[in-house]
Structure formats: structure tokens, C-alpha cells
């Protein structure tokens, strides 16, 4: 009777037993951490003393490269021709948009002069027609190579 009364109570016992074990590795885990992070902590105080005794170094504004710009353009060219900018007027003017505020990126680290956002309608159409065959001149490859075959 004894020994089957203790082997009830073990088995009965056993998942709360099992809890506890992987609960307490969980909290000492925790523990770890937390104590890693203070150390931490110490660390990057440290470093923000350092950073602050130092004087900040200029920054310089970053102008997206020729080549990227290119990229851009042609993706550009691309979407606009596509079907798709026919079916909504608000995609063709995002698209159109877009394409010529990288013409002017293209204009500017190539040194072309530009007057693509002073003027509208048919203006900037022939002005942007203008810039593309600059760009051209130039050596940049605006439109992708799939739209000059045709």
C-alpha cells in the first residue's frame, strides 16, 4: 500500500516537478541577461563620454551617383510607357513625377542645365525631351535597351 501510494504521488507530482525545473532555468537565463546588461549598460555610458569629448564631423550631403540615377531613369522610362500608367491618371502623374525629379539628379551631376521645374504642360514635356537627348549626348543611357529596338 505504501509503495503504491508513492508512485501515485510521483506520478501526480512529475509535471508540476518538470514546470519548475524548466521555469527556474528560464529565470536564470533571465538572470544572465539582465546582469549582462547592466554590464553593458556600464560599457555604453562609457562610450557616450567618449563620443561626446569628440567634436562631430561635418556632414556632407550625399548626391545619389550618375549610374544610379540612370537606373532610376530607365526604371522610370519603363513604368511610364508601360500599360499600366494608362489605367489611372494618378500613377501616370506619381510616374511622371518621379521621372523628372531623377532628370534633374542625372542634369546635376552631369552639369546640364535644366528648367524642367519652372514650366508645365506641353513647356515641360519638350523641355524634358531636351534633357533626355542632353543626357544622351552625354553618354548616360536613359531609356532601358528593350524601348530603343523598337
Known amino acids: ?12 507530482s512529475l509535471p508540476c516537478a518538470l514546470t519548475i525545473a524548466i521555469r527556474s532555468d528560464n529565470a536564470a537565463i533571465r538572470r544572465v541577461w539582465v546582469r549582462r546588461s547592466r ?21 556632407r550631403a550625399s548626391r545619389p551617383s550618375v549610374e544610379h540615377a540612370a537606373a532610376e531613369l530607365r526604371r522610370l522610362d519603363q513604368q511610364r510607357r508601360s500599360g499600366l500608367t494608362f489605367g489611372s491618371e494618378m500613377w501616370l502623374v506619381a510616374v511622371l513625377r518621379a521621372y523628372d525629379e531623377w532628370l534633374q539628379v ?7 542645365s535644366q528648367h ?35
Open 39 to 59: 554590464a553593458d549598460q556600464a560599457a555604453y555610458c562609457l562610450l557616450e563620454q567618449g563620443f561626446r569629448d569628440e567634436t562631430p564631423a561635418p556632414v
Open 1 to 12: 500500500m505504501v509503495v503504491l501510494t508513492t508512485a501515485c504521488a510521483a506520478l501526480l
Open 106 to 112: 542625372a542634369c546635376g551631376c552631369l552639369g546640364i
Open 116 to 150: 524642367l521645374s519652372a514650366l508645365d504642360g506641353i513647356d515641360r514635356q519638350i523641355e524634358r525631351v531636351r534633357m533626355e537627348g542632353e543626357l544622351t549626348a552625354a553618354g548616360l543611357q536613359v531609356h532601358s535597351p528593350a524601348d530603343q529596338l523598337e
